[in-house]
């Protein structure tokens, strides 16, 4: 098994709302990320856990609160969204943190805040 | 910081000619250098990645890159165009031994006509 499985596909959210997006992976990968990518741009790193801790948060607004509950799979819970998080949501995950890991990436969860 | 760029936001070639996708890196250190693809609606997918061994690497689907340290490039070409080809490609790079701080361009949207 080589996929990261985002769940769900597709979310769309009013501003009070409270979801979580799901990520899963059976690859034995102890590193995992959450990526945010707006249309027609590149992907700008999120989190990151190492071995099922927080190793980076980049300065991300807290109504993004990610959750590693175990090495398989990695949550981000959503509280009090804006309109502009509206975008593609990309989970990905490798071996191990390290910059000559390659990176697995899912299929995203195409987010719409309204 | 490390960081590339892509030159070209858009490039269209026609089926069966070279495709070649243009990226500069800046690092402080020797760098790893990656190329993803991207279809529509999907995650993004390893072509090949740089990870200071040979200089020519060869990837997945006939596509390669050479590292070149004099000029800070790391080109992305395949001989012939498919039509399956057309996606949006991201150069990326990251640097040091245990730093995960990837750093994706801007992309390059590859058109290919028949």
């Keep these: 098994d080589t996929e990261v499985t985002q769940t769900p596909k597709h979310l769309v959210m009013g501003m009070t709302n409270k979801k979580s997006l799901k990520c899963e992976q059976h690859m034995g990968h102890r590193a995992m990320y959450w990526y945010k990518q707006k249309a027609k741009k590149p992907p700008e790193l999120m989190f990151v856990y190492s071995y099922e801790k927080l190793s980076i948060n980049e300065s991300v607004p807290s109504r993004f609160s990610p959750e590693c509950p175990n090495s398989s799979l990695l949550n981000l819970h959503l509280h009090a969204l804006q309109p502009e998080d509206s975008a593609l949501y990309l989970c990905a995950s490798s071996q191990i943190e390290g910059a000559r890991e390659k990176l697995f990436f899912g299929s995203g969860t195409q987010l719409s805040v309204l | ?114």
């Design chain 2, 1 to 114: 910081a490390q960081s590339v760029t892509q030159l070209g936001s858009h490039v269209s070639v026609s089926e069966g000619a070279l495709v070649l996708l243009r990226c500069n890196y800046s690092s402080s250190v020797p760098p790893y250098l990656f190329w993803y693809v991207q279809y529509p609606n999907q995650g993004l997918q390893l072509l090949l990645k740089y990870t200071s061994a040979a200089t020519l690497v060869k990837g997945i689907n006939g596509f390669e890159a050479e590292f070149k340290k004099s000029e800070t490039s790391f080109h992305l070409t395949k001989p012939s165009a498919h039509m399956s080809d057309a996606a949006e490609y991201f150069c990326a790079v990251s640097a040091g031994e245990n730093n995960n701080d990837m750093r994706f361009g801007a992309g390059t949207r590859l058109t290919v006509k028949p």
